[in-house]
């Protein structure tokens, strides 16, 4: 729970990861505290994927408490420094890098907002209202062909080029993209790994979430049903259930009763 300019925000929030059912290790990481949530997604194999995505997540531990946009895309830099040296300095991890999709809560102009970043193919979605979109743009060839209209979004998930990104940290580029929303209402957030969405299409996700009572569950039944679903890959998963108590309707009828009753005289 956050105080909000005189609002409760009530954050609801839990995540969840699985190795799949074909690899033997688990080269994600993720960060859950309040109000920051990462999730990493590391590559290189010999063991440096998960050194990676480890190296992403320590340096988003290090600004926690004291984020802004500014801390946070420092942060970013900062590990793409940190796997950057890590390679050089250890041959057998030369080429690691990882994705990076986080949500933050941050003020912005003294009123709070969700900072939301990416790099490379994790995904950050938004349920409000019962509809799940899409945030972030995958930084993949793939989502390349799509908006070229070559592939459809299906295609995709079976494409030979699917695991080929555009942009990661312990490369170059590395600069996340951002995105800076207003808190607003109830609203979820789903952080995920490609293992999720190499699984399950938008609508199967939307559908979980919306039945889901509490993060909790709904973390687990995504990563369940990716495993289920064929477990290709590593899934991780964070859901961030929010609620500031806004109502945009409820404001016009709730007026205490002895106002009605003044205004009736
Ligand atoms: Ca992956």
């Not at 290790?25 to 440096?48: F, P, Q, R």
């Not at 102009?109 to 969700?114: A, F």
Request: glycine share 10%; charged share 25%.
């Amino acid at each position: 729970m956050c105080e909000l300019r005189g609002r409760q925000l009530r954050v609801d929030a839990a995540a969840a990861t699985h190795v799949g059912r074909v690899r033997s290790l688990n080269e994600d990481s993720y960060l859950l505290a309040e109000g920051l949530a990462i999730v990493a997604d590391g590559m290189g194999g010999h063991a440096a994927g998960d050194v990676a995505s480890r190296l992403a997540v320590q340096a988003f531990e290090q600004v926690h408490g004291d984020q802004d946009s500014e801390t946070l895309l420092a942060a970013a830099h900062s590990a793409n420094r940190r796997i950057q040296e890590e390679a050089a300095a250890h041959p057998d991890k030369a080429g690691m890098g990882t994705t990076l999709t986080g949500v933050a809560l941050i003020q912005n102009g003294g009123v709070p907002h969700w900072f939301v970043f990416n790099v490379g193919d994790s995904r950050t979605y938004r349920l409000a209202d019962g509809h799940l979109a899409q945030l972030t743009v995958d930084h993949a060839e793939v989502a390349e062909l799509i908006a070229a209209g070559r592939i459809s979004p299906e295609q995709a998930r079976r494409h030979p080029l699917r695991n080929v990104i555009t942009r990661a940290l312990g490369s170059e580029p590395a600069e996340p993209d951002t995105w800076l929303l207003p808190v607003r209402g109830e609203e979820t957030f789903l952080l995920c790994s490609d293992g999720l969405t190499g699984e399950l299409n938008d609508d199967d996700l939307e559908a979980i979430l919306v039945g889901a009572s509490d993060a909790q569950s709904a973390a687990q039944a995504l990563v369940t049903a990716a495993v289920e679903a064929g477990g290709r890959d590593n899934v991780t998963v964070i859901v961030l259930r929010s609620d500031d108590g806004h109502r945009e309707d409820a404001e016009t009828v709730t007026f205490p009763r002895s106002e009605l009753l003044r205004r009736d005289t």
